[in-house]
Structure formats: structure tokens, C-alpha cells
């Protein structure tokens, strides 16, 4: 079945410093890679999504490649702030039929001042 | 713009007792409706989906049920509540079905089960 896997638990940075956290999937479907961001006791919200091989996508200072020949989609930012502290969720929705989001185990991104 | 509502905002709750949580979407007609658990700091995890009024398909077992009365409500429920039970219950939406379109999720509930 369809896998992710992320960072493991907690990376801790100082404000200003460059961040990336690792998304790596397995999938025997052509993969389409959301990340999600979820601050504290709220909902998760899109940050980025791909499916094109070799792209970089950005939103909101954070960008990702979709690399297949890798299946890799990692997160990065240049410059973290104190507000980018939240659970960061990688997922892959597969073609199995109905839209199933197979989330990773998710990476708390913690930044200090 | 679509909104998305859920209830209860929270819950404690007695093991044994029933539940129902309920989610409702505005600004969005048939709608592919998804009920989500998150433990504790932890990965979400599928438990149903519903592409129209009265369908609703199950991906994980966890001694819940869900029905989907209404266009635009979803509502998730049990008999009777296990302390496995706790957590944080999400309802997500999104517009076209198909593996390519993105799930946006609403404010959540969080259970408690003593």
C-alpha cells in the first residue's frame, strides 16, 4: 500500500535560519503531494500540493520539488519565522478511486527567537 | 466562499456513552464530504468519505459510523464510546472527485473519553 514517510518529530531552529524537512512516498500510482501545516489546536491547512515531475511550487515563503525518480517532495523555507512554529503533514492522494489522503506521521517544526 | 462548521466545539465524554459529531459545509453543492481522526499529536488517519446525500463509504473500522442526511451535512456517531476513542475529529470537503483535487478541512472537535 501507499506509504510516507517524514522527519522524524521535532526540528528546532532559530528564527532567521533555512529549514527542510523530508517527505520521501511510496506508491505504485502516478502521486500527487500535499503538504499540510497545522498550528496549535487548529485545523490543518493546504500549504503546497504537486503532481508535476520536477517543479517547484511556493506558497507562503515555502516551496517543494516533486521529485519522482526520488519520490521525493520535501518542504523548504529560507528564512523560518517565529510563526512557522506547527505540525507540519506530508500526504499522497493515490488514483485508487476515492480520493484517499495517506497522511505521514508529521514533523513538529519549532522555532525560537 | 465555502465554510465549513463542526459540533461540538469540544466533548467529554463517558466510555460506554454514544457520540455524534456533526459537520456542515456552506457555499458548496454536492460536495465530497471526509471525517478524519488525529490522536494526539499524531497523523490523521481516514475513517469515512461520502460522495452524495445518503452514501457513505467506510476506510477504517474503528467501532464508529457515519451518515450524511443531507447534502450538506455529515455527521459521525456511535453507540457506545471506547477510551480509543479520544482525540481529534476533523471534517474535510473537498470540490471534484478524483485523487488530484485538495481536501480542506474544518476547525475540528476534540473528544475526550474517561
Known amino acids: 500500500g501507499d506509504s510516507v514517510t517524514q522527519t522524524e518529530g521535532l526540528v528546532t531552529l532559530t528564527k532567521g535560519l533555512p529549514v527542510m524537512l523530508n517527505c520521501t512516498y511510496q506508491?505504485?500510482?502516478?502521486?500527487?503531494l500535499f503538504w499540510y501545516v497545522q498550528h496549535l489546536n487548529e485545523a490543518p491547512k493546504l500549504l503546497l500540493k504537486?503532481?508535476?515531475?520536477?517543479k517547484r511550487t511556493e506558497h507562503q515563503g515555502f516551496y517543494a520539488t516533486l521529485h519522482k525518480s526520488s519520490s521525493s517532495f520535501h518542504l523548504q523555507k529560507s528564512s523560518v519565522q517565529l510563526s512557522d512554529s506547527a505540525l507540519y503533514f506530508c500526504?499522497?492522494?493515490?488514483?485508487?478511486?476515492?480520493?484517499?489522503?495517506?497522511f505521514g506521521k508529521g514533523t513538529v517544526l519549532l522555532v525560537s527567537p | 466562499a465555502q465554510t465549513i462548521h463542526q459540533w461540538p466545539v469540544a466533548e467529554i465524554k463517558a466510555v460506554g456513552s454514544p457520540l455524534s459529531l456533526g459537520c456542515t459545509i456552506k457555499?458548496?453543492?454536492?460536495?465530497?464530504l471526509y471525517w478524519y481522526w488525529q490522536a494526539t499529536g499524531g497523523t490523521l488517519q481516514q475513517l469515512f468519505y461520502?460522495?452524495?446525500?445518503?452514501?457513505v463509504e467506510s476506510v477504517v473500522q474503528l467501532n464508529l459510523s457515519a451518515s450524511r442526511p443531507k447534502d450538506d451535512q455529515f455527521i459521525l456517531s456511535t453507540e457506545k464510546l471506547l477510551l480509543s476513542h479520544s482525540g481529534f475529529y476533523l471534517c474535510?470537503?473537498?470540490?471534484?472527485?478524483?485523487?488530484?483535487?485538495?481536501?480542506?478541512f474544518g476547525p475540528g472537535t476534540r473528544l475526550l473519553v474517561l
Open positions: 474535510a470537503w473537498s470540490q471534484d472527485w478524483g485523487n488530484q483535487d485538495t481536501q480542506y
Open positions: 506508491t505504485t500510482y502516478s502521486p500527487f
Open positions: 504537486s503532481s508535476t515531475d520536477n
Open positions: 500526504a499522497l492522494s493515490d488514483r485508487s478511486g476515492y480520493n484517499k489522503l495517506t
Open positions: 457555499g458548496k453543492s454536492s460536495p465530497n
Open positions: 461520502s460522495i452524495t446525500v445518503g452514501q
